[in-house]
Every structure is written in C-alpha cells, then in structure tokens.
C-alpha cells in the first residue's frame, strides 16, 4: 500500500501538471484533449465521528475510453467505506462520480487518487486505452476536526 508520501515523491512539475489539468489554465494545453480532469469535493472541517462524504468527479476529454481505479489514501490508517476502490470505464462525455462516507476523529491530509488500469471487463468489449505520458493523477485536500 502506498503511503502519502510516496505517492507524493513525484516531482514538482507533476503536481503542476495536476493542478493546471484541475484549474484548465495552462494555456499551451488549451487545444489538446486532457486525459483526466478531477473535481473533488470534501468539507474542510467536520466534528469528531461526524459523517463526511467525500465526493470525486472524473472526466476525460480524450474519445477513447480508459479503465479507471479511484481510492482515497490519508496520512493516516483508515479503516471501512475510505479504503473503499472504485473501478470504472471513464469515456468522454460520460463522467464518473464516486462517493465515500466516512467518519474520523483526527484531521486528515487526503489525496484522492486516479489510476489509469489495464483491468479486463470493465470496458465493454475492453476498448479501452492505457497514455504512455501519466497514469496516475491526484487531487490534495484536507479535513480539519473541529
Ligand atoms: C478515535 O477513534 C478511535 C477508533 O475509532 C479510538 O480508538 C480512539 O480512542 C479515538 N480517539 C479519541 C481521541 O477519541
Ligand atoms: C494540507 O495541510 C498541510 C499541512 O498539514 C499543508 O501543508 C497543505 O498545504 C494543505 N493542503 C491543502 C490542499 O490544503
């Protein structure tokens, strides 16, 4: 399992790369399709064991459809609905939303995450493509107990 930190061991520019696909203002990239685009929504700041739902919209712009492994992983162990992966087929036009419930009692440093896959059965007849740039692609956030 990886840790935030290495999972974060990418370099500076990577997470540019991230925050420019996220905010769509890299200039230089605005006639070319991006891989995947990620919203994700969290509440800042919960009571303790209060129930927070995290919430992870991904797109993509490209015309192929790719398999797509959604988790989230904290600074923390987590147990329960948290741990939880979700496996889809990402296609243009049909973006995928994902939801996790759960509850804590210190504050956290999350990162939802995106892999691109090469898991069989989840795109119809597998028509599906793997870039060769990235596969990986987060989104940083955190939840402060209150
Ligand atoms: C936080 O929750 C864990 C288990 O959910 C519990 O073991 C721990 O005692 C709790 N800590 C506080 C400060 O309430
Ligand atoms: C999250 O909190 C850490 C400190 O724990 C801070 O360095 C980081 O900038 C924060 N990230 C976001 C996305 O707010």
Redesign the pocket.
Known sequence: MYSLQLLLRPSPALLLLVLSLQLGTNKAQDNSRKVVLMNFQMPQTASANEEVTAKLRVETQLRECMVIECRLISNLPMEGPFTYRYTGCLCENFPRTFYWDFQTNRSL?VAAVVDITRQQGICPNNEAVTPITANRFYV???LTII
């Open positions: 440093n940083l956030a955190n």
